[in-house]
C-alpha cells in the first residue's frame, strides 16, 4: 500500500500568492467566467416584450407555434408567429394540413406545436 503525503501548506501558500497577484483564486476566476458565459446567454434570450403578446404564465413572450382555440370562431384555432409578433387565425383543417407539410419536409428536426 503506498501512502502519499500531500503538502496542503503548500497548495496554500500557492493559492494565496495567486490571489496577491490577481486579486481572486483560480476558483473565483472560473466561476466570473462562467457566470459572464450564463448572463450572455440570458441578454442573448431576451425579446423585445412591446412588441409580441406576452405569456402571462411565463412572462414572456409566446413561443412560434403556440396554438389555442380561436375565442369566436367555432373550428377556428390561432397560431402564434414571433416573426410578427402576432397570432395568425386559420381553421383546424389548414392548421392540421400545414403541421403535416411540415413533419414531411422538417423530418427529425420538426417540433410539435405548443397547445394553451
Known sequence: MKIEVIDTQKEDRT???QKKLSGKTML????EQ????????ADAELEDRDKGEVNPYTGRE???N???VHA???GYV???DRSIHGWETMT???????EEQKKVTLGDAYEPPVFV
Request: proline content about 0%; aromatic content about 14%; charged content about 40%.
Open 34 to 41: 462562467e457566470l459572464m458565459k450564463v448572463k450572455a446567454a
Open 92 to 98: 383546424e383543417w389548414a392548421f392540421l394540413g400545414k
Open 66 to 68: 403556440t396554438v389555442r
Open 62 to 64: 409566446y413561443d412560434t
Open 28 to 31: 473565483e476566476r472560473r466561476y
Open 15 to 17: 493559492e494565496n500568492l
Open 72 to 74: 369566436d370562431k367555432i
Open 78 to 80: 390561432q397560431v402564434y
